[in-house]
């Protein structure tokens, strides 16, 4: 019985649709600082706007 691998070691066995796609870049700490900081944002004006209409 042959064995097979899950991943592929080889580049050009590729499926060609996932050779057209673009390469995934990695996430630097600032995208994350700054996704961290919006949600901290978002979450004060949500709970500012809830809070002026229970008033």
């Known amino acids: 019985m042959k064995r097979r691998y899950l991943v592929l070691t080889d580049e050009a066995r ?3 649709f996932r050779q057209s796609l673009p390469k995934l870049r ?3 700490v600032a995208d994350q600082d700054s996704d961290l900081k919006l949600f901290a944002l ?14």
Not at 42 to 55: N, V, W
């Open 42 to 55: 978002s979450f004060t004006a949500f709970f500012i706007c809830f809070y002026t209409f229970l008033i």
């Open 14 to 16: 590729r499926h060609p």
């Open 26 to 28: 990695t996430v630097e």
